[in-house]
């Protein structure tokens, strides 16, 4: 790095995970989203349950994170689960006028980028399960 100096590592291997952070943007942007939806109960409820998905993204990749390669790849199915429920989450938010048009594509994107993510990472455990572990996973990922 710049400066002699070298990036400061993480306890947590799941923080080094760019599809972690995208995660994390996405609840951020879900809370900026439910933020200036006003006060209508039936909004508030809704986003409620949106932000219970979006979280269940970054908490599915975090657990998984700490089991063993075949373990992970399951959570990382989960998380693609709960890019799934966001997904029909911001169609009825369409659908009812809780978002714009402009909202609706700016979620699509990110959970379709989320997705292509989650897929390449399952890919990638799943490859080095059956070449390096020969039908052993018990090496933990953290």
């Given at each position: 790095m710049e400066n002699g100096q070298e990036k400061p590592t993480t306890f947590f291997r799941f923080e080094d995970l760019r599809i972690y952070h995208k995660s994390l943007e996405y609840i951020s942007w879900g809370y900026d989203m439910a933020k200036n939806a006003g006060t209508d109960p039936y909004v508030k409820l809704f986003f409620d349950r949106f932000l219970i998905s979006a979280q269940a993204i970054s908490l599915n990749i975090a657990e998984g994170s700490s089991r063993n390669k075949s373990q992970f790849v399951y959570y990382l199915k989960m998380a693609k689960s709960s890019v799934r429920e966001c997904?029909?989450?911001?169609?009825?938010?369409?659908?009812?006028?809780?978002?714009?048009?402009?909202?609706?594509?700016?979620?699509?994107?990110?959970?379709?980028?989320?997705?292509?993510?989650?897929?390449?990472?399952?890919?990638?455990?799943?490859?080095?399960v059956k070449v390096g572990d020969h039908g052993n996973d018990e090496d933990e990922t953290e």
């Open positions: 997904v029909v989450l911001t169609t009825l938010a369409l659908h009812r006028n809780i978002i714009t048009p402009k909202h609706y594509d700016e979620s699509k994107n990110q959970l379709m980028e989320m997705t292509k993510m989650i897929g390449a990472l399952i890919g990638s455990l799943q490859r080095s």
